[in-house]
């Protein structure tokens, strides 16, 4: 018999005698004076939120006797925010004067079983009672196993002390961790207690620990402490001991300590580091200069308070499509922009110079005159990189000295298309009005255009103003002799700056442009992940069932029990199958499945999970904002996706839950991913490398949308170069057109109606007519993915008829893959076919929802109980492991309320729809 498991009262002998025959379901049991929680998670997790909710004193001690038995984590964190919940006051006058909680807390403190102490100390750091002080110090001291030690430490991080609540023992075994810690587990546990508690006492052993020479995460989690604690102590000493050439991992965490701890006060000894003969020192340096203006506008320099709305968390309208450059007050010396200037007109390095390039525009309008008088003379530089840079900044600093020369690359340079589309943008930035005149003045209706022409039809595509719409629709609609491929170019101009395709037709053009608030800024709409989920769940949409949910919650248990201490996931344990050191992918996919949930990092259910996951990518993440990389070095196949899938996680763990500590480690990904991409294109194997792909390209793209719609800083140039690497892949299918009608808010109303059009998405660039396409069938699911969230709607033809190839291919459990499908990676398949066909509704989501409703239920693992909960991997190479498969079966199984459907643009709707008839099966969907 299954019991609702309540918290214990003492029954009479006939409630007993009810029980035992089964007439009490979940009723209270009694043994002797024993209180106990037992049975399925779920259910003990719902009464103790219950217990909490009541404040119930009379349940504290049956509660703590049966946290030290749970198994899971969470349970125990949860159990101990009821004991929280019921006051300090309370408990101190009634559990722990008992004489029975005295024994039992001894007893507790000897359990032979390290579970139990594991457990304990997640009770006792939630509880945060000044009377467990020397119970998590004990847990904490080391006198146990590594594994309860790095418990204790997390936990006591958690004690907060403040005033009127101190903790002097739990103060003394996290010093210790940090003086005498045995393994980086230890070690990393105490910097993350020492950070949480921002205690300056705990500063020179963590600077002993960024200095001295250990293991790959110690030192990069001393100097996230350090942050925490506001330290400002000067980096002289890490530089130091970064310029005597130590191993890499003791490089790396010094690195970030002058990147991360440098102040206003270390701008000259940053000066002249800048200047030193290896790259990375200088990289650091630069950096370090880089991030001062926007730490200033976020609050984050020590000792300064944080201004009121610095953290921005979600946007309510859309943003100008032009952003205003920033303006901090900063008191910096102007040999500090001249240093900057310096950097991109000689350094060497394309990455130290990406860094003056951050600093400039950080620096903004301090740095407004000295970019207008020095970049315009880059912009023919032999220097490559040095051309793209000066090309970015006059376009971002609206230099018009430089309008003529960028106007000249942008009609004439045929050989280098990301120099021409860094000036396209450029333009756009110095004079947008001047330019569309120029660029239709450099066009005529002739049988076969010139170049150059087809070049300023392109251009206009980039300039985001009524002025250049009006200029393109004259052009399609025209009934002057322009020839096909000028025409098209046209409506490749207008796709790119509206995503939409409607043709030749004036009118359609017109329309549309009258009834839309933002036409060229498209914006992800807020969502609220937590209530998407209980509307899901409530109302049945979009055909959501208990048995989907009920697999979303048992793979979320199997994976916060693989959880290392130090919050990370390795993919390549207990015969999981996976990558190699690659926790940091690992750590932020399976991120994203409990934050895809509605779960947060600062409350609820998985909150320590959520935590610790999120503190690891941000204390790990290296000083440039990018992360260690299998094999130690930038090129692997997984460079792409470890990076995508670390700052994705890291995003979004920023936004749901709000913690402003995550900010500047979101906001440095975001950076890197932008300083690595390959120049007018995407992401591959490496920074920056000789080829793209769509399979990396769409992991980072999905980051940086995350990070545009929390307000963080992405460039322009990046997305450009995602658009236009998708433009190169994708199977161009012109002469169908969107049918206005399918612009609709309302998910039910069914798009693609007697329309078997077909496109594809290719991994690879298409050359000339070739449609066959490398991984054609899951790109085409990527493909969908990246343009929804680039702003096109199902209504586009290109969705419409990338769904009609894909509906051929619903999934199938390890089967149904084959066409130009090299390697059949079937989780990869569907999740992003998932994510594509829940945003097409009708009967695309229908017949897709059929499938995976069913398939991942089923194919679930009940057993062995170390697997329960968890799906098995592809039978192919590189399949990800187990720990992949799971996460990303969870992901496709959230995508019922993980992201609203992206539907029309007048942002009416809520996200739901009706999500019956377009996405539910008959009767609804919330049976079996």
Same mark, same amino acid.
């Given at each position: ?14 409630a007993?005698?009810l ?10 049991v ?10 399925a998670?779920?259910d ?7 217990i ?25 964190v #949860? #159990?101990g925010?009821a004991?929280?919940?019921? +006051? ?26 390290d ?21 998590i ?34 103060k ?5 961790g940090?003086r ?8 990393c ?11 300056k ?27 925490e ?24 965490a ?17 000066l ?18 880089a ?6 506008v976020?609050?984050?320099l ?5 201004p009121s709305g610095a ?7 859309a943003?100008?499509v032009?952003e205003?450059?920033p ?14 200037i310096?950097?991109?007109r ?12 951050? +600093? ?15 970049m ?11 051309q ?5 900044l006059?376009?971002r ?12 690359? #942008? ?13 396209f ?16 003045e450099?066009f ?31 052009l399609v609609?025209?009934?002057?002799p ?8 046209g ?13 030749r ?29 209980r ?10 069932t ?6 979303v ?7 916060s ?6 919050g ?14 690659c926790?940091?992918?690992?750590? +932020?996919l399976?991120?994203l499945?409990f ?13 320590e999970?959520?935590?610790r996951?999120?503190?690891?990518l941000a204390?790990?993440q290296?000083y ?6 299998? +094999?130690?070095?930038?090129d692997?196949?997984?460079?792409a996706?470890?990076i995508g899938m #670390? ?8 936004g ?6 995550l ?14 991409q390959?120049?007018?294109a ?5 920074p ?11 992991w ?23 658009d236009?690497?998708?433009e190169?892949?994708?199977?161009d ?6 049918k206005?009608?399918?612009l609709s ?5 069914e798009?693609g109606i ?11 660039e ?12 899951s ?14 709607k ?12 894909l509906?051929?291919f619903?999934?199938?459990w ?6 130009d499908?090299?390697v ?5 398949y569907w999740y ?9 509704g ?20 009940q057993?062995?109980?170390?697997l ?35 539907l ?9 729809g009706?999500?019956k008839?377009a996405?539910?099966p ?7």
């Amino acid at each position: 018999m299954t019991r609702r498991h309540l918290h214990r009262l003492l029954l009479g002998a006939a409630a007993l005698a009810l029980v035992a025959v089964g007439l009490l379901r979940g009723a209270p049991v009694v043994a002797g004076n024993t209180y106990r929680l037992e049975g399925a998670p779920d259910d003990i997790y719902e009464e103790i939120e219950k217990i909490r909710d009541r404040k119930d004193v009379e349940a504290a001690m049956p509660l703590l006797e049966a946290a030290v038995e749970f198994s899971d984590p969470y349970l125990a964190v #949860a #159990a101990g925010e009821a004991l929280r919940a019921m +006051g300090e006051e309370a408990l101190s006058t009634t559990l722990l004067k008992d004489a029975e909680f005295k024994k039992w807390w001894k007893k507790a403190l000897k359990a032979k079983e390290d579970s139990e102490q594991i457990a304990l100390a997640h009770v006792l750091g939630a509880w945060r009672h000044p009377e467990v002080d020397d119970g998590i110090a004990h847990l904490a001291s080391g006198r146990r196993s590594v594994e309860v030690q790095a418990a204790g430490l997390y936990m006591a991080g958690r004690l907060a002390p403040g005033e009127g609540r101190k903790f002097p023992e739990a103060k003394k075994a996290i010093a210790d961790g940090l003086r005498k810690g045995r393994n980086q587990e230890i070690l990393c546990a105490a910097a993350s207690a020492a950070g949480r508690w921002r205690d300056k006492d705990f500063e020179e052993a963590l600077v002993g620990i960024v200095k001295g020479d250990r293991d790959d995460y110690p030192g990069l989690y001393a100097v996230w402490a350090l942050k925490e604690i506001g330290y400002d102590g000067g980096i002289s000493s890490f530089v130091y001991v970064a310029s005597k050439s130590p191993k890499k991992t003791t490089l790396q965490a010094n690195l970030k300590a002058i990147t991360e701890l440098a102040t206003l006060k270390d701008v000259d000894e940053l000066l002249g580091l800048s200047r030193s003969s290896k790259q990375d020192l200088r990289d650091a340096a630069v950096l370090a200069l880089a991030r001062l203006p926007w730490r200033s506008v976020r609050g984050r320099l020590p000792g300064q308070e944080k201004p009121s709305g610095a953290v921005v968390t979600g946007e309510k309208v859309a943003r100008p499509v032009v952003e205003p450059l920033p303006d901090p007050k900063l008191d910096v010396p102007d040999k500090v922009l001249d240093r900057l200037i310096q950097i991109v007109r000689e350094d060497s390095s394309w990455e130290v110079r990406d860094a003056a390039r951050q +600093g400039l525009l950080r620096f903004g309008k301090r740095a407004e005159a000295k970019v207008t008088a020095e970049m315009p003379a880059l912009v023919n530089s032999n220097n490559t990189d040095a051309q793209y840079t000066a090309i970015e900044l006059c376009g971002r600093f609206a230099v018009k000295s430089a309008y003529d020369d960028l106007l000249k690359i #942008a009609l004439y340079e045929q050989k280098d298309r990301a120099l021409r589309m860094f000036a396209f943008r450029a333009l756009e930035g110095v004079d947008p009005d001047r330019a569309v005149k120029d660029y239709v003045e450099a066009f005529r209706p002739r049988p076969k255009p010139k170049e150059s022409e087809l070049s300023a039809v392109r251009g206009l595509g980039y300039i985001r103003t009524k002025a250049s719409f009006d200029a393109l629709v004259d052009l399609v609609a025209s009934v002057q002799p322009y020839s096909e491929d000028m025409l098209r170019e046209g409506e490749f101009a207008l796709e790119r700056l509206t995503s939409h395709r409607f043709g030749r037709l004036r009118s359609a053009w017109t329309s549309w442009y009258e009834r839309v608030a933002s036409p060229f800024a498209p914006r992800i709409k807020e969502f609220d992940r937590a209530a998407n989920r209980r509307a899901a769940m409530d109302k049945g949409l979009f055909g959501l069932t208990q048995a989907t949910e009920r697999a979303v919650e048992d793979g979320l248990r199997w994976l916060s029990r693989q959880q290392h201490p130090i919050g990370v996931w390795d993919g390549n344990e207990k015969g999981f199958g996976g990558v190699v050191n690659c926790e940091p992918a690992y750590t +932020g996919l399976s991120l994203l499945a409990f934050l895809g949930a509605g779960y947060q990092g600062d409350h609820g259910k998985y909150n320590e999970t959520i935590r610790r996951a999120s503190e690891f990518l941000a204390a790990t993440q290296f000083y440039d904002g990018g992360f260690p990389v299998t +094999g130690g070095g930038d090129d692997s196949w997984i460079y792409a996706y470890l990076i995508g899938m #670390a700052v994705w996680g890291i995003n979004e763990a920023y936004g749901l839950t709000g913690d402003d500590t995550l900010a500047e480690p979101a906001q440095w990904g975001i950076d890197y991913m932008v300083r690595v991409q390959t120049p007018g294109a995407g992401w591959r194997y490496g920074p920056r490398y000789v080829q793209s792909d769509t399979s990396c390209t769409s992991w980072v793209l999905m980051a940086t949308k995350m990070a545009d719609m929390l307000g963080l800083e992405v460039a322009q140039k990046s997305w450009d170069g995602i658009d236009d690497w998708l433009e190169r892949c994708s199977l161009d299918i012109t002469g169908e057109i969107e049918k206005p009608e399918d612009l609709s808010d309302d998910y039910e109303h069914e798009v693609g109606i007697q329309r078997q059009f077909e496109a594809f998405t290719s991994y690879f660039e298409l050359q000339g007519k070739d449609t066959r396409g490398a991984q054609k069938i899951s790109m085409t699911a990527v493909g969908m993915v990246c343009r929804f969230f680039m702003g096109y709607k199902r209504s586009h033809p290109f969705q419409i008829g990338s769904a009609n190839f894909l509906i051929k291919f619903t999934p199938e459990w390890m089967s149904g893959m084959s066409q130009d499908q090299n390697v059949a990676w079937y989780h990869y398949y569907w999740y992003y076919g998932t994510l594509a066909m829940h945003q097409m509704g009708g009967k695309y989501w229908r017949a897709w929802n059929q499938k995976i409703k069913k398939m991942y239920p089923e194919k679930q693992r009940q057993s062995p109980d170390e697997l329960r909960g968890s799906w098995d991997p592809d039978p192919t190479v590189l399949n990800g492991g187990r720990i992949f498969s799971t996460a990303m079966s969870i992901l496709s199984l959230e995508s019922y309320y993980r992201f609203s459907p992206l539907l029309g643009e007048k942002g009416s709707d809520d996200g739901h729809g009706g999500g019956k008839d377009a996405g539910a099966p008959d009767g609804g969907g919330s049976g079996e």
